[in-house]
């Protein structure tokens, strides 16, 4: 399923739900880091809101430090 077209229509915002980062958007955001550990990130060619939006809560650091830990864990 192509999320990317679906996201992009809810990213006028800058979070899926409310004001703030919210359980929408960890979860979400948690699918992207399972596709980008088994190689598939989403293009910032053919859709540059979503992949902005993916990169946001990702690069924070309470996400940061956790998809590092689990990039080591995969790779061994």
Do not use: C, Q
């Not at 999320?3 to 919210?22: E, H, K, Q, T, Y």
């Amino acid at each position: 399923m192509n999320v990317a077209p679906i996201l992009r229509v809810r990213l006028a915002d800058r979070f899926l739900v409310g004001n703030s980062l919210g359980v929408a958007d960890i979860a979400v955001a948690s699918m992207f880091v399972n596709y980008a550990h088994a190689g598939v990130v989403v293009s910032a060619t053919t859709h540059p809101k979503t992949a902005a939006w993916v990169a946001s809560p990702l690069s924070r650091p309470s996400f940061a430090g956790r998809i590092a830990a689990e990039g080591k864990l995969l790779a061994a």
